[in-house]
T-cell receptor
Framework: QKEVEQDPGPLSVPEGAIVSLNCTYS??????FMWYRQYSRKGPELLMY????GNKEDGRFTAQVDKSSKYISLFIRDSQPSDSATYLC???????????????FGQGTILTVHP | AAGVIQSPRHLIKEKRETATLKCYPI?????VYWYQQGPGQDPQFLIS???????DKGSIPDRFSAQQFSDYHSELNMSSLELGDSALYFC????????????FGPGTRLTVL
């Protein structure tokens, strides 16, 4: 079983919809949580970064982390066709431990926002 | 703002050949990571370097080696290439001691024929 599980979708929504993307994980050492957006054949682009539990908002994007449930979410409000991409959750353990920040990714969710 | 630079962007090799991928991190970033992303797969961690020393190792085949140079750029050397090595290879960089935020380059697409 993978350390990070993410529903690969695909997910198709109309423009303006609220999108919810989720990941679960099993490694209790994970403390840094990120969401990346990846367009086809491009490098992952950092969208959101959170440390430990809590919420973080940036424009139309909100990231939530619930460490007690080992569950993270990304919400996209007022989704746009330009949001169509693959969304990858990623996480890492404390850099002070044996892991120097290597990222463990979910499988990625393919999102299509249609006009 | 300057980003991570990778070269070449595309590479085609025959089986059993060797390949060298290069990564130039964001200026002042001292940590470099290499990831391999197969078709339809999530990126898998290969190896990382901090201050020119290997800091962590993942699922990197023994046929692959890497190093970080004094100017912090890194090279991934791949020998005895196999068909299964065909993938996107990403380099990411960060500034250690700040956050675990890694910034990815555009990737090198390696095709082994």
């Amino acid at each position: 079983q993978k350390e990070v599980e993410q529903d690969p979708g695909p997910l198709s929504v109309p423009e303006g919809a609220i999108v919810s993307l989720n990941c679960t994980y099993s490694n209790s050492a994970f403390q840094y949580f990120m969401w990346y957006r990846q367009y086809s054949r491009k490098g992952p682009e950092l969208l959101m970064y959170t440390y430990s539990s809590g919420n973080k908002e940036d424009g139309r994007f909100t990231a939530q982390v619930d460490k007690s449930s080992k569950y993270i979410s990304l919400f996209i409000r007022d989704s746009q066709p330009s949001d169509s991409a693959t969304y990858l959750c990623a996480m890492s353990a404390s850099a002070g431990g044996t892991s120097y920040g290597k990222l463990t990714f979910g499988q990625g969710t393919i999102l299509t926002v249609h006009p | 703002a300057a980003g991570v630079i990778q070269s070449p962007r595309h590479l085609i090799k025959e089986k059993r050949e060797t390949a060298t991928l290069k990564c130039y991190p964001i200026p002042r970033h001292d940590t470099v990571y290499w990831y391999q992303q197969g078709p339809g797969q999530d990126p898998q961690f290969l190896i990382s370097f901090y201050e020119k020393m290997q800091s962590d190792k993942g699922s990197i085949p023994d046929r692959f080696s890497a190093q970080q140079f004094s100017d912090y750029h890194s090279e991934l050397n791949m020998s005895s290439l196999e068909l299964g090595d065909s993938a996107l290879y990403f380099c990411a960089s960060r500034l250690a001691g700040k956050t675990d935020t890694q910034y990815f380059g555009p990737g090198t697409r390696l095709t082994v024929l």
